[in-house]
C-alpha cells in the first residue's frame, strides 16, 4: 500500500472520530480547519470527504457539509491500514524492547534493529531518533545507540512530565466555554458504560479507549506539542502495561470508574470534583506504571 494510500485512510479514520462527537445535522468545519484536525493537506481533505459522502455519512453541497447520521465501526478501515510507516515502526520497536526484556545499557545497532523489526535501517535511524529527546534511548561518547530502559527512575520523570502537561490540558478544558467538549464527554460516557458492563474478555478494548479519552482532555489544550506528548505517553504506557498481567481486569475496570468519575463531573460542571477525580487518576496511574516495572 503506497503511503499516499495510508495517510488518506488515517485521514478518514481520524474524520470519523471526530463525527462520532457530533450530532446528525451539524455542520463541520472548513476544509481549513478540518486540514488542521486532521494534520493533512487540503487535498487529502477533499479525498476523505468525497468518501465520507460515497458511504452516505455527510452531505457535501459547495462549501456546507452537513453531518446525516453517525459512523458504524463499519466505517472505520482496520488499523495496520490506517497506521503510517514510522508509527508501525514505533509499535513494533516498543513490543520489541518490552518482549525482549533488554538491560540497561544494551546497544542497539541499527542494522540488527532493522532486521528484527523488518523495516529499513533508515527509518531504524529516525525511529531511535525520535525516542532520544525523552531520554528511553541516547548516543554515547563512541556514537553508538544506547538503551537507557523502562527504570523505575524513566517512570517516575514520565509521571511527573505527564502531570504537568495533561495537567494543564485538563485546566484549560474546564475553562473552556466549547459545547464540543461536553459531547465528546457525554461520548466518553456512553462507551465507559458500555465497556465496563461487558466481561472481562471485553477488557483488550481498554486501552483505545483510555487513549481516546486522554486525547479529548490533550486536545483541550489546542497545542499540537500536547497532542505529540499525548501519542507518545499512550504508547509507552499501554506496551507497558501489557507485559504486567497481574490483576489487570481489575485495574483496567478501576481506571474506567476513575474515569467515569472525572467525565461525569466535568458534564455537571462541578469543576472542583473534577479536578480533584482528574488528580487521583494521574495518582493511580503512575503508581501502576511504577509497579508494572518493578514486576517485570
Known amino acids: 500500500m503506497s503511503r499516499g494510500q495510508q495517510t488518506f485512510k488515517l485521514g478518514v479514520n481520524t474524520a470519523l472520530a471526530h463525527l462520532a462527537t457530533l450530532q446528525p445535522g451539524d455542520r463541520l468545519g472548513s476544509e481549513a480547519a478540518l486540514a488542521e484536525l486532521l494534520q493533512t493537506s487540503r487535498t487529502t481533505v477533499r479525498a476523505v470527504l468525497k468518501h465520507l459522502a460515497d ?22 478501515f482496520p488499523k495496520p491500514e490506517a497506521t503510517l510507516p514510522a508509527d508501525l515502526a ?26 528484527i523489526l523488518s523495516v529499513p535501517v533508515p527509518q531504524v535511524r529516525e525511529l531511535l531518533i525520535r525516542f532520544e529527546p525523552n531520554g528511553l534511548i541516547e548516543k554515547n561518547t563512541h556514537k553508538n545507540w544506547v538503551l537507557n530502559g523502562f527504570t523505575a527512575q524513566f517512570a517516575t520523570e514520565l509521571a511527573d512530565m505527564r502531570a504537568l502537561i495533561e495537567g494543564e490540558a485538563f485546566a484549560r478544558l474546564l475553562a473552556s466555554q466549547d459545547a464540543g467538549i461536553l459531547r465528546q464527554m457525554a461520548e466518553m460516557e456512553r462507551l465507559h458504560i458500555a465497556l465496563l458492563a461487558r466481561e472481562d474478555a471485553a477488557m483488550s478494548e481498554f486501552p483505545a479507549l483510555d487513549a481516546a479519552f486522554h486525547r479529548v ?43 467515569l468519575q472525572i467525565i461525569r463531573a466535568c458534564l455537571v460542571g462541578d469543576k472542583a470534583l473534577a479536578r480533584q477525580a482528574f488528580v487521583t487518576h494521574l495518582e493511580t496511574a503512575r503508581r501502576t506504571l511504577v509497579a508494572s516495572i518493578s514486576t517485570r
Open 217 to 259: 482532555i490533550f486536545a483541550a489544550a489546542q497545542n499540537r506539542f500536547f497532542d505529540e506528548f499525548a501519542q507518545r505517553i499512550s504508547l509507552i504506557v499501554h506496551y507497558h502495561y501489557q507485559w504486567n498481567k497481574c490483576d489487570e481486569q481489575v485495574r483496567n475496570r478501576a481506571a474506567l470508574r476513575e474515569h
Open 55 to 76: 458511504i452516505g455519512l455527510i452531505e457535501w453541497l459547495g462549501r456546507d457539509k452537513i453531518l446525516r447520521r453517525l459512523p458504524d465501526p463499519v466505517d472505520f
Open 90 to 115: 514505533e509499535e513494533r520497536f516498543l513490543e520489541w524492547v518490552m518482549r525482549s526484556d533488554l538491560a540497561p545499557g544494551t546497544v542497539l545497532r541499527e542494522v540488527e534493529v532493522a532486521r
